[in-house]
């Protein structure tokens, strides 16, 4: 496989053909790796359940839609060729809709792919429009169900209360503690710095320019995060303010042709490739009681690296939580290399925690020697169940 990597990365049409019989075979990886933990060469273990996503650009309807003539494909079919060898009992898989059908072409002959559906992440009053697919694929050798199995579409039913969060909640660097709630020191000054830094931003143009671009923009504005923003983002900022004043927008695209903006009390989706997604003052000003309270010191700006993170469903406030033995957020460990950025895309690529909770929740309950009783001996779904119980009453 070494020698046919680069080939393939090369020629990814050919990179199905080529990976599919050797997925039929589970032959062409090896299960044995060096382990950072031991320090030496260890065997992959099998987990009890593989909770993960693909990449899902070529898939999407604002990726590449090349579908399986894509670079990804290579890696995506390497994921499977994992799966094939290690064999996983359960996986917990999100992507987007219509990729049932290269999960049933990879993995149909290991796996049982029937029981998923399809809902958005607003339906349990999370306040990002994010629909998704979600599937509890279970080996053909392992189809052991719980008595009180409910099909997935109808246990995240019984969940959703609606969205009553607005998006107006995720913009909080501004509040007196946000140094508690940023996985990046001192976020607001570095990202605005990174965004007059680009040659592109009205910061680095000739003051005839900085006139002419000023004059397509609110006077009344003076937020110092104006500065960085370009010339087409400002064009895109005047034209979205025109047709929907008081959202959030995605700098990157055309308001008149492809506009991505928030619709009511929901962000528009979180893509990998987000570019600014930009509020108002008056925007962020505009939600109800409970987030006015928030936003009365906020400036028009753009969103920051871990607000994103938020949007996602990731924590960013350090806890102690050491006494459970795991730590709740990655981010915790300190990465002198991590900018807004970088997080961003981390942020774009990732799968909702929550949606993910839930997800992991129901194959807890529906599949394994696990029962619907002791299933709360895990800390994790101890901590989201009590969370789900307290938001429902």
């Given at each position: ?14 990179a ?10 589970a032959?062409?990886v ?6 950072f933990?031991?320090?030496?060469h260890c ?5 009890k359940?593989?909770?993960c996503?693909?990449?899902?650009t070529s898939?999407?309807?604002?990726g ?5 003539a894509?670079?990804?494909m290579?890696y995506?079919?390497?994921?499977a ?5 290690v064999?996983?009992p359960?996986?917990?898989l999100e ?16 796996y049982?792919?029937d029981?998923n559906?399809t ?17 509890i ?20 039913q ?5 969205l009553?969060?607005c998006?107006q909640?995720?913009?909080?660097m501004?509040l007196?503690?946000a ?16 965004a007059?830094?680009?040659?592109s ?6 003051d005839a ?5 000023g ?9 110092p995060f104006?500065?960085g923003i ?23 695209q055309?308001p008149?042709d ?5 619709h009511?009390r ?13 509020a ?23 969103m920051m690296g ?30 002198s290399?991590?900018?807004g950025q ?11 925690i929550?949606?993910?909770g839930?997800?992991m929740?129901?194959s ?13 001996d895990?800390?994790?779904?101890k901590?989201f169940s ?8």
């Amino acid at each position: 496989m070494r020698i046919e990597l680069p080939f393939l990365l090369a020629n990814p049409d050919k990179a199905l053909d080529t990976l599919l019989p050797l997925i039929k075979r589970a032959t062409g990886v090896s299960r044995v790796s060096w382990c950072f933990t031991h320090n030496k060469h260890c065997e992959w273990p099998q987990a009890k359940r593989h909770v993960c996503t693909f990449s899902c650009t070529s898939h999407s309807t604002q990726g590449s839609r090349k579908r399986s003539a894509d670079h990804t494909m290579v890696y995506i079919g390497l994921w499977a060729l994992q799966r094939a060898v290690v064999e996983e009992p359960i996986l917990c898989l999100e992507n987007v809709p219509g990729i049932t059908y290269l999960l049933q072409l990879l993995l149909g002959h290991l796996y049982n792919f029937d029981d998923n559906t399809t809902y958005d992440i607003q339906e349990l009053d999370w306040p990002v429009a994010r629909n998704r697919y979600y599937c509890i694929a279970v080996h053909n050798s392992y189809g052991m169900r719980c008595p009180l199995y409910t099909p997935l579409s109808d246990f995240v039913q019984q969940f959703f209360v609606g969205l009553r969060n607005c998006w107006q909640m995720l913009f909080y660097m501004h509040l007196e503690d946000a140094s508690s709630m940023t996985v990046i020191d001192d976020e607001l000054r570095r990202d605005l710095q990174w965004a007059k830094d680009r040659p592109s931003s009205l910061a680095n143009l000739p003051d005839a320019m900085n006139d002419f671009v000023g004059a397509t923009m609110s006077p009344d504005n003076d937020s110092p995060f104006l500065a960085g923003i370009n010339h087409m983002e400002s064009l895109h900022l005047s034209g979205y303010r025109e047709l929907w004043p008081n959202h959030c927008y995605s700098l990157m695209q055309n308001p008149w042709d492809h506009p991505s903006k928030s619709h009511g009390r929901s962000l528009q989706c979180i893509i990998k490739s987000t570019g600014l997604y930009w509020a108002d003052q008056s925007a962020l000003q505009a939600g109800d009681a409970k987030t006015q309270s928030y936003h009365t010191r906020s400036l028009s700006r753009h969103m920051m690296g871990s607000e994103f993170l938020t949007g996602q469903g990731f924590r960013v406030r350090p806890q102690d939580t050491t006494h459970l033995g795991y730590t709740q957020s990655s981010f915790n460990i300190p990465c002198s290399a991590r900018c807004g950025q970088h997080v961003k895309s981390q942020a774009g690529n990732a799968v909702n925690i929550n949606a993910m909770g839930l997800l992991m929740l129901a194959s807890y309950c529906h599949y394994g020697q696990r029962t619907v009783a002791d299933q709360f001996d895990d800390p994790f779904l101890k901590a989201f169940s009590m969370a789900i119980a307290q938001h429902r009453r």
